[in-house]
């Protein structure tokens, strides 16, 4: 399944990275490979939102990969998930913050 989520790694060291950087965070290398996420990943961490009754939470995702990026975790209200949660990439939503779901607990 193409998620759309593009990502980086070092092609020394194979850290991982987002798509933006050119060099390696580790070992500052400049031969970086790109390659595509699976979309799955954890909650790391919960950002401020601007309303309340919004339906959707900004949060920190560490993707399977081993990367991190800001996403937007869709249909549930702020504070009724806990950090660790495990998430997966959905359709695109409006913003631009790539879209999440959180991943039934019998599914992981």
Do not use: H, N
């Not at 965070?25 to 309340?52: H, K, M, N, Q, V």
């Not at 996403?71 to 790539?98: C, E, H, I, M, Q």
Request: hydrophobic residues 40%; positive net charge; charged residues 25%.
């Amino acid at each position: 399944m193409d998620t759309g989520l593009r990502y980086r790694y070092c092609r020394w060291c194979r850290t991982p990275t987002d798509a933006g950087r050119l060099l390696c965070p580790a070992c500052g290398a400049d031969d970086l490979a790109e390659a595509g996420s699976t979309g799955g990943g954890t909650i790391r961490r919960f950002l401020p939102t601007a309303s309340a009754r919004q339906r959707r939470q900004l949060c920190v995702i560490r993707l399977d990969e081993g990367f991190t990026l800001r996403g937007a975790l869709l249909g549930v209200l702020p504070g009724a998930v806990s950090l660790g949660a495990a998430v997966r990439r959905t359709a695109a939503a409006p913003g631009r913050d790539p879209a999440f779901v959180l991943v039934p607990e019998q599914s992981r």
